[in-house]
């Protein structure tokens, strides 16, 4: 279905490659790393992918901002964000320590703000060969081909997928994990976009991350909806830089949304 943000959706899908390709170059290729203020590391291939994907927008959307995880926030032309203007929030290494070890579960991911809120996402595995997209009112995709929730209703039937148990433990949540896998069938460790992504797809029916900043959910969030599925904070409340992140296939999201409340005394 056509989108109102076909065209841009188009360029954020070339963009995403472009940027996976950059990153591709030093995949298992062992590059210089730094580990940031926050703990996190960073890899020559992140800086390069990123700055490549910046002179692009800045040459197709000059009046347009960008948000960077390496870089961080600047109008496209330079200089100071444009208040109001549209975003470009891109991860040139989205899973970085997979990057760093060799693991092929990482990827670019791309998106467009419009008025505060992501309209189109674009999450880009080189590693795997996948490509995820969607665009407001477009449906979601997976390498072309249409893709949707599985819309089952009894939690003892899901597979619910997080990122390791010891991010829960260390925000105070290690209940709310034990209680969510104990009344799931099957838990599995995939975190970063691809856990997100196998909810959107049907493989998987819960993913759950304590933490996430806006440019590993902006992506994400579009594809997702497009899919049929739904995304919040643990407690309902709307995705926010720092918050964490729930995504499930939409049925089951008021019942997870109890489960944690009821963990946490609410």
């Given amino acids: ?3 109102e943000f076909s065209d841009e959706l188009g360029f954020a899908r070339e963009l995403a490659r472009a940027g996976g390709g950059t990153a591709m170059a030093y995949f298992r290729r062992d590059p210089e790393t730094k580990q940031k203020p926050d703990g996190t590391w960073v890899t020559e291939g992140d ?3 990123e700055s490549a994907m910046r002179d692009q927008i800045k040459e197709s959307f000059p009046d347009h901002n960008i948000h960077g995880e390496e870089e961080g926030l ?3 032309g330079g200089g100071p964000a444009a208040d109001g203007a549209p975003t470009w929030i891109l991860d040139p290494i989205d899973g970085t320590h997979n ?21 189109l996402g674009v999450c880009h595995a080189p590693a795997l060969d996948e490509t995820y997209e969607a665009a407001r009112g477009s449906g979601a995709r997976m390498n072309g081909d249409a893709i949707h929730v599985d819309p089952v209703t009894d939690l003892a039937a899901t597979t619910v ?3 390791g148990f010891e991010s829960f433990e260390e925000a105070g949540l290690a209940g709310f994990y034990l209680d969510l896998v104990r009344a799931s069938w099957r838990s599995r460790g995939f975190a970063d976009f691809w856990g997100h992504m196998l909810v959107a797809r049907g493989a998987a029916h819960i993913m759950a991350e ?3 900043n806006v440019w590993d959910y902006a992506a994400v969030q579009p594809i997702v909806a497009e899919a049929g599925g739904r995304m919040s904070q643990f407690d309902g409340a709307p995705l926010a830089d720092g918050g964490s992140a729930l995504t499930t296939n ?5 019942g997870i949304i109890e489960l944690f409340a009821s963990n946490r005394g609410f």
Avoid: C, K, N, Q
Avoid at 99 to 117: C, H, K, N, R, S
Avoid at 250 to 254: E, K, M, P, T
């Fill in 161 to 163: 997928l997080a990122s």
């Fill in 210 to 212: 304590p933490t996430l």
């Fill in 250 to 254: 939409g049925v089951l999201h008021d």
């Fill in 1 to 3: 279905m056509p989108s």
């Fill in 74 to 76: 600047a109008a496209a």
């Fill in 99 to 119: 990057f760093m070890a060799g693991i092929p579960l990482w990827e670019t991911l791309v998106a467009l703000a419009v008025d505060g809120a992501p309209v």
């Fill in 47 to 49: 800086w390069a992918a």
